[in-house]
């Protein structure tokens, strides 16, 4: 006998027979090991695709012995008894005798038909073919033995040896007899058809009433991953279906068509995305470098291979390595130490090497994982299949994840960002934030952005400098998006954030996102260095959107320093920061001595709390951003006196409390006010000379 599915394998540690799953509200019972019916057999013979019948016919069936379970004698036998019909034929001649003599490997046309292993054996077959010492072997024993089965009986062939359950109805059934009963993949009306010749399995009858098929089994109500990380649905296809440049990528990085199809067979999926950067830093390493011995010698950076094929950062680490090369650092760090926890994990057991160090969960096949343990897994970017290991070939055709659709790429799309245009970063990106130890020694730690709180200390700039988070002018949870772009330097760093979102260069300034170029420099504050962005990649779509206010205006994001606010002119990306009051001003300076109230009054209360706007932006800097925009843009039909008088108003507010909290920009509206009044008296007297 030959099991190839992990499933059977796991049974001899999996719990007795009797525990499973009963529907509290329907009174369902349905199996402890999880195997889906195969509803392509529970159909109406006239109901069956072109295809499904005529490989249904080279097994020998026909309407009559459709319809009526066991009626065709194939399924008295298990799912790989048939792989050599030619001994069959010997062996078995009048089970098989309907079987269409062209048929070699009927197990191959059964796969065709959509049956695995288990669906086969366990629906078909009820195990009925295995010898009891298989029973044993794989913990199926337990389920019969529960129906009053022993070794001899089993080998008997005088129904008078049998239990008294082979000559009782389901009705009159124990609870703890059903359970087994549906263990080994019996429903009420098939079980009573099995035992009872004179009732039978007429489909006509009871297809229409049963209660187990019009029902979703337990185990295929999905779980899905609470962080909302699409599966990359073009790594669980066959070899045979990838296109041409899929393939190609696909073998530069080492894989082959037995890897492909089966998952962490290419041993670079034990390595995360960015590892790839440098090819030449993981074939100097001695401990990984065998990782990579299938990796074409000519690629030099892994990850824009593995970028070409259609991954990033998220859907590789999540769905190949499952974040398994993460130190337990950066779980904490990323907020992905909880699911590895609740499935029993910690940091003594992963940095260990000794198997016995590890969780019982390890060891648990996905059935016999708990709910909470489940979503844990699906969390890691885990299904059903995936968790237990099974073969492409298993799964490709009849995965329920495979062909569902996940929750949040089915629901329509998010409203699109406010008109500002979101200043704002992903709840994935990292800011350093200082704290104290239990000892109050101050520390530092990394944070992800949806963690940070009103009143967190966080990084500014590459001097070290921390500053108090007083807003958030942008705060929005639940939001997706795909408006947000990403930079990547020359040194492996990567940025995520809105494209009008400001960030700050060594050679224009601080720009708004879009603006950048390949061959700009950022500031690195880590290394207090420049660095060139070498990539920029657009529509990038994250989750939630955030915006951090701190006193200076910047602050440092995935280790790039940044500004806290958006460009003013939003909607014209064309516009550089030389284009408010004709140079005068950028467009940091602006937005910063627009929110000096704000800073003033935060900086003499406390503001560890505020209220936000539906579209998620801080109602302390709704009403002025807008403003701000009709006042700055050019093109505005604002009448221009009308808007130089707005100015001075705005900028004699600003000095007030600019002049009180900083005194750089205090200055810097002291002239510009100045500046103003001339450009209005100039203009007035010469709106004279024309009238005369």
């Not at 350093?432 to 009143?455: A, I, P, W």
């Not at 932006?617 to 009403?623: K, N, Q, R, V, Y």
Request: net charge negative.
């Amino acid at each position: 006998m030959r099991l190839l599915n992990p499933f059977l394998l796991l049974l001899a540690t999996s719990s007795p027979a009797v525990l499973g799953i009963v529907d509290e509200e329907t009174g369902i019972v349905y199996g402890y090991y999880e195997i889906s019916i195969p509803r392509d057999r529970f159909q109406m013979w006239s109901d069956t695709s072109a295809n499904l019948m005529d490989l249904a016919e080279l097994m020998g069936y026909s309407g009559n012995s459709w319809e009526v379970l066991s009626q065709n004698p194939i399924e008295g036998l298990s799912f790989f008894e048939f792989e050599d019909m030619d001994r069959i034929r010997e062996e078995y001649e009048e089970i098989v005798e309907n079987v269409d003599d062209s048929v070699t490997n009927g197990t191959a046309i059964l796969e065709q038909m959509g049956f695995t292993e288990d669906s086969y054996d366990c629906w078909m077959n009820h195990f009925g073919w295995y010898a009891w010492d298989e029973l044993e072997q794989f913990n199926i024993d337990k389920a019969y033995m529960e129906l009053g089965w022993d070794q001899e009986a089993w080998e008997s062939d005088n129904p008078r040896d049998w239990p008294d359950t082979a000559e009782t109805k389901w009705v009159d059934l124990s609870d703890d007899e059903k359970q087994a009963a549906a263990n080994l993949c019996f429903m009420d009306w098939t079980w009573d058809g099995y035992w009872f010749d004179e009732l039978g399995y007429e489909f006509e009858e009871f297809l229409p009433e049963s209660e187990y098929l019009s029902s979703v089994e337990p185990w295929l109500r999905l779980v899905y991953s609470e962080y909302e990380i699409s599966m990359p649905r073009f790594r669980f296809q066959m070899w045979d279906d990838l296109d041409s440049d899929l393939e190609e990528n696909a073998e530069l990085m080492g894989y082959d068509e037995d890897s492909w199809e089966m998952l962490r067979s290419n041993e670079i999926e034990k390595l995360t995305y960015f590892a790839f950067e440098d090819m030449k830093d993981i074939t100097d390493n001695k401990d990984i470098k065998d990782f990579v011995k299938d990796v074409d010698q000519r690629v030099d950076n892994g990850t824009e291979v593995l970028a070409d094929m259609g991954f990033d950062e998220d859907s590789y680490d999540c769905w190949m390595n499952h974040f398994g090369w993460y130190s337990w650092d950066e779980l904490e760090t990323y907020d992905l130490s909880e699911p590895y926890e609740e499935l029993g994990w910690d940091e003594d057991s992963w940095t260990s090497d000794n198997e016995d160090d590890y969780p019982d969960s390890s060891l648990k096949a996905w059935f016999d994982l708990t709910a909470d343990e489940k979503q844990a897994a699906a969390n890691l970017c885990y299904f059903r299949e995936t968790w237990d290991g099974y073969l492409f070939k298993e799964i490709i055709d009849n995965s329920v994840y495979l062909k569902s659709v996940e929750p949040w790429l089915a629901t329509p799309a998010p409203a699109p960002a406010p008109s500002l245009g979101g200043f704002c970063f992903p709840e994935t990106a990292l800011v350093t934030v200082q704290g104290e130890d239990k000892n109050n020694v101050v520390t530092s730690k990394k944070m992800l952005m949806r963690n940070v709180q009103l009143g967190d200390k966080v990084l500014v700039d590459q001097d070290g400098t921390y500053e108090t988070v007083y807003s958030f002018g942008h705060y929005d949870t639940k939001i997706q998006s795909d408006a947000f772009m990403s930079l990547t330097t020359s040194d492996g760093k990567s940025l995520t954030l809105t494209p009008n979102h400001m960030i700050q260069t060594s050679n224009k300034g601080t720009i708004a996102a879009s603006r950048i170029q390949l061959g700009d420099s950022v500031m690195i504050a880590s290394s207090n260095k420049n660095e060139k962005v070498t990539q920029i990649s657009k529509n990038t779509r994250k989750k939630g959107m955030y915006a951090p206010f701190t006193k200076s205006g910047y602050l440092v994001v995935d280790d790039i320093v940044v500004s806290n606010y958006i460009g003013v002119i939003v909607n014209d990306q064309n516009n550089d920061d030389a284009k408010i009051l004709g140079g005068l001003v950028s467009h940091q300076w602006v937005a910063h001595a627009f929110n000096a109230p704000h800073r003033f009054y935060c900086n003499y209360n406390d503001c560890m709390t505020e209220n936000y706007t539906e579209e998620g932006l801080s109602t302390w800097i709704a009403m002025p951003f807008s403003l701000a925009q009709r006042m700055f843009v050019e093109n505005t039909r604002t009448n221009t006196f009308i808007k130089t008088l707005g100015i001075i108003t705005f900028v004699a507010i600003c000095i007030v409390f600019t002049l009180l909290f900083d005194n750089n920009n205090g200055i810097m509206a002291f002239l510009l006010m100045t500046l103003a009044v001339v450009a209005m008296m100039r203009r007035r007297s010469s709106g004279r000379k024309i009238k005369s």
